[in-house]
């Protein structure tokens, strides 16, 4: 079994930033990739970003490239999500999740973590 704990999540001013933290409990096939996705009230889960443990490999959505960066800390088994220039369309709960492959699917995703709330006040 794998779990992931998401931390980070917060209140913060339009134009400010945030890092949220995914640590995974062990590294295993099921967690080749992990992905970052989120989802406000009343709207469905968005796909945000997936990171490859093995290359470090990245890709965003176009709503968050060139604001957000995932990175990974492999001695830490702790992948991060750092949120810059965050406005209020981003406040929603944010979820990292574990996958064998670098999918935006969240349906492809096997280990999922509770997840942590971003508010961006206006």
């Known amino acids: 079994q794998v779990q992931l704990v998401e931390s980070g999540g917060g209140l913060v001013q339009a134009g400010g930033s945030l890092r949220l933290s995914c640590a995974v409990s062990?590294?295993?096939?099921?967690?080749?990739?992990i992905g970052w996705f989120r989802q406000a009230p009343g709207k469905e889960r968005e796909f945000v970003g997936v990171l490859t443990w093995g290359g470090g490999r990245t890709t965003y959505a176009d709503s968050v490239k060139g604001r957000f960066t995932v990175s990974r800390d492999n001695a830490k088994n702790t992948v991060y999500l750092q949120m810059n220039s965050l406005t209020p369309e981003d406040t929603a709960v944010y979820y990292c999740?574990?996958?064998?492959?670098?999918?935006?699917?969240?349906?492809?995703?096997?280990?999922w973590g509770q997840g942590t709330q971003v508010t961006v006040s206006s």
């Open positions: 062990r590294r295993t096939g099921s967690t080749a990739a």
């Open positions: 999740a574990a996958s064998r492959f670098a999918i935006r699917d969240a349906g492809g995703y096997d280990y």
